[in-house]
């Protein structure tokens, strides 16, 4: 095998790896992106909770499309999940300030995540122009080795 070829696959493996990469890069964005979404959706519920009087009148949901009238007891405290399946209790300036750590931590994250996902996309595109280089070269020398004999 000559060295071309080797450097042929080679390109083809890295390739193969980088689309991987890609894909994995991809499906992280998504998951950052459903974060935010959710997070932000938090955000604006607390603070149409600050504007609301005691003994509001709400529509809360509660899974599947279904929702529930329920009576505003408070909004001075609520209960925000810090992880690992643990909440803890916090005034709503508290609450919203943790929500909005949380979102600008998941800006810099999906931020980071598309340059990785911009870098190795780029490099996919190097590969692939390499390999197309390699391919035209490998069919020249096939063309004039069969004219040969």
Do not use: C, W
Not at 11 to 21: F, K, P
Not at 33 to 50: P, Q, R
């Amino acid at each position: 095998m000559s060295s071309e070829e080797e450097t042929f696959r080679r390109l083809v493996v890295e390739l193969r790896i980088l689309e991987g990469t890609a894909e994995a890069l991809q499906s992280r964005i998504n998951l950052v992106n459903a974060a935010l979404a959710e997070l932000s959706v938090a955000n604006m519920t607390l603070e149409g909770l600050e504007a609301e009087k005691k003994e509001a009148s709400l529509v809360v949901p509660i899974g599947g499309g279904s929702y529930i009238e329920a009576t505003l007891r408070g909004a001075d405290k609520v209960i925000v999940g810090v992880g690992a399946g643990v909440a803890i209790e916090k005034t709503i300036k508290e609450a919203k300030e943790n929500l909005e750590n949380r979102l600008s931590n998941l800006e810099k994250t999906r931020t980071s995540l598309h340059q990785q996902l911009t870098q190795v996309v780029d490099k996919i595109g190097d590969h692939r122009a390499q390999l197309e280089e390699m391919t035209a070269k490998l069919r020249r020398e096939q063309a004039k080795s069969v004219r040969k004999t």
